[in-house]
C-alpha cells in the first residue's frame, strides 16, 4: 500500500467513526517487512521473512477511550469493525481526561528530512544477507579447541506509517534497521561460559559486517576461571551497551503514569539537583539518522530537544496528554528520543587504568529496581581490576543500593557513547558500590 493510499484509507476511517459515534478519533495505518537468518553448525538453522499491515484507532466515545488494531483492512471488514468498537466502548466507565492532543501541540509538517530510511533496503541481495552470517560464524568456528557452539544471525527490517487525527494531525514516517549478531559458547572449569556481539545500522552500507564472531569468542573465552571474590564496596565500571540496564529506572521514574500513580522515587524533583552534577543529558529528537529521531511522538505532538539532567538538575518529566490532564501539566511526550550524554575524556581503557581497584561490570543476571523507592539489585559479572588491570574473571555476584545513591556517585563519564542505540550511553565508573560475593 502506498503512502497516499494509507492516507486515503485512514481518513475513511477516521469518518466512520465519526459517522457511527465517535466524538473524536486518531488512526494509523502501518506496514512492515522483516527478515532474519540464524546459521549454526554452517548450516542455515532458521530464515524467517515477514509482511504486516495494520491500521490501529484510537476512539473517544461519549467521555469513554478505548483502543483497538486489526490487521484485515479492507472497508467492508473495518467498517463493521469500527462499528463494533464504537458499540463496545460505550459500556466503559466514564474517563473526563481522555481527549486527543490540543492542536496547537500538534507537529506541522515543516520539519527537516531526518534520514532514518534505507531507500536502497529492497535492492539488498538476499543471497548476501545470507554471506554475511555464515561470515560472522565461520569468524569463530574452530578456531579454539574450548569452543562447545557458535551462532550467528543477520536481520533487518522496514517500517513505514501514516497517522491522522480528527483534529487536525497528519504525519508519516519510515525508518529501517539492520542488525548482525554472533553467540559464542566454550568450556570452562566448571561451566559453559557463552557471550555474545551484536551490530546494528540504519543503512546496510554502514553495518559492520566483521568482527561480530571474534568479538564474541574472545568475550566468551576471557570469562573462563570466573569466580565470586570477597563482598566489599568498590568502584564499578559499566561497558556503555550496558549502562542503560541501570540508567532505565531513572527514565521510568520520569513517565506522567509513574508520576500520577506515585510509583516513582522522583516524584515533585523538577528543578532540584537529585544525582550527580556530572550528568548532564538532552534528548534530542533531530539527530540525523539518530537511531530515536522522530519529528512527532505517537500522538502527533511536535518533538523538542530539551535538557532532562543539567548538572544533575531534573529539568523535565515525560507527560503525554492524559497523564498532563491528569497532573495539570503541560505534556511534554509520551516516550525519550535520542539520549545524548555529555561526555568526558577517557575511553573503557582509560577508565579501568584509573581504578586502583574496583569491578568492571560486562554483563548483568537478573535482578530488579523498585521504582518507588529505587532500590535495586542486580546479578553481576565481569573482571576484577587491580591497580588499572583486568585480573580476575568475576561472576555470581550482586550490586544493591539506590538508583538516586548510584547515580549521585559519579566518578566519571567515558567518551565511548554507545551509537548503536537511541540511548548514546557512555561507559560509566561509579564510586561506592556495594558487590555481594563470598
Known amino acids: 500500500m502506498t503512502k497516499e493510499e494509507k492516507y486515503i484509507l485512514s481518513k475513511w476511517a477516521m469518518d466512520h467513526a465519526l459517522k457511527n459515534g465517535a466524538q473524536q478519533a486518531s488512526v494509523s495505518i ?3 517487512r522483516s527478515s532474519s537468518i540464524e546459521v549454526r553448525d554452517e548450516k542455515i538453522d532458521k530464515l524467517e521473512q515477514a509482511i504486516q499491515s495494520s491500521l490501529s484507532i484510537r476512539l473517544f466515545v461519549d467521555k469513554r477511550y478505548s483502543a483497538h488494531s486489526t490487521n484485515r483492512i479492507n472497508k467492508k471488514e473495518l ?21 486527543l492532543p490540543e492542536p496547537s501541540l500538534y507537529y506541522k509538517g515543516d520539519g527537516s528530512d531526518l534520514n532514518t530510511l534505507d531507500t536502497n533496503f529492497d535492492k539488498v541481495n538476499p543471497e548476501k544477507k545470507i554471506e554475511i552470517a555464515f561470515a560472522a560464524e565461520k569468524e ?44 559464542v559458547s566454550v568450556k570452562g572449569k566448571d561451566a559453559r561460559p557463552e557471550s555474545y556481539w551484536g551490530e546494528s545500522a540504519i543503512f546496510f552500507e554502514k553495518l559492520k559486517k566483521q568482527g561480530a564472531g571474534k568479538k564474541a569468542l574472545k568475550r566468551a573465552l576471557e570469562k573462563i576461571g570466573q569466580e565470586k571474590i570477597a563482598s566489599d564496596k568498590l568502584p564499578m565500571i559499566v561497558e556503555n551497551r550496558l549502562v542503560g540496564r541501570i540508567f532505565g529506572p531513572l527514565i521510568s521514574a520520569l513517565s506522567g503514569s509513574a508520576i500520577q500513580q506515585k510509583n516513582s522515587f522522583l516524584i515533585d524533583k523538577l ?33 523538542k530537544k530539551r535538557p532532562v539532567f543539567d548538572k544533575g538538575v531534573l529539568k523535565t518529566y515525560y507527560i503525554d496528554t492524559y497523564y498532563g490532564k ?31 581497584k574496583g569491578i568492571l561490570v560486562t554483563g548483568f543476571n537478573g535482578g530488579n529496581s523498585n521504582g518507588t523507592t529505587g532500590d535495586f539489585s542486580y546479578g553481576i559479572e565481569g573482571f576484577l581490576i587491580e591497580k588499572g588491570k583486568l585480573v580476575q574473571a568475576v561472576s555470581e555476584m550482586n550490586i544493591t543500593g539506590n538508583m538516586l545513591d548510584l547515580w549521585s556517585n559519579i566518578g566519571e563519564i567515558g567518551n565511548d557513547a554507545n551509537k548503536d542505540s537511541s540511548w548514546l550511553t557512555p561507559s560509566v565508573l561509579f564510586e561506592g558500590v556495594d558487590f555481594s560475593g563470598i
Open 79 to 99: 467498517a463493521r469493525f469500527i462499528e463494533e468498537a464504537i458499540a463496545g466502548t460505550k459500556f466503559l466507565s466514564e474517563d473526563e481526561f481522555r481527549a
Open 140 to 183: 569463530a568456528l574452530g578456531k579454539d579447541e574450548r569452543i562447545i557452539s557458535v551462532s550467528a544471525s543477520y536481520y533487518d527490517g522496514l517500517s513505514s506509517r501514516v497517522m491522522v487525527t480528527s483534529n487536525g494531525f497528519e504525519g508519516d514516517t519510515s525508518n529501517s534497521y539492520y542488525g548482525l549478531n554472533a553467540s
Open 30 to 32: 502501518s506496514d512492515s
Open 271 to 303: 528543578g532540584e539537583k537529585v544525582v550527580s552534577e556530572k550528568l548532564t543529558l538532552t534528548d534530542d529528537p533531530f539527530i540525523v539518522s539518530g537511531r530515536g529521531s522522530r519529528l512527532f511522538d505517537n500522538e502527533g505532538l511536535a518533538t
Open 326 to 356: 491528569k497532573l495539570e501539566m503541560d505534556p511534554t511526550s509520551g516516550g525519550t528520543t535520542n539520549l545524548v550524554f555529555e561526555i568526558g575524556d577517557k575511553n573503557l581503557e582509560g577508565l579501568i587504568a584509573s581504578v586502583e
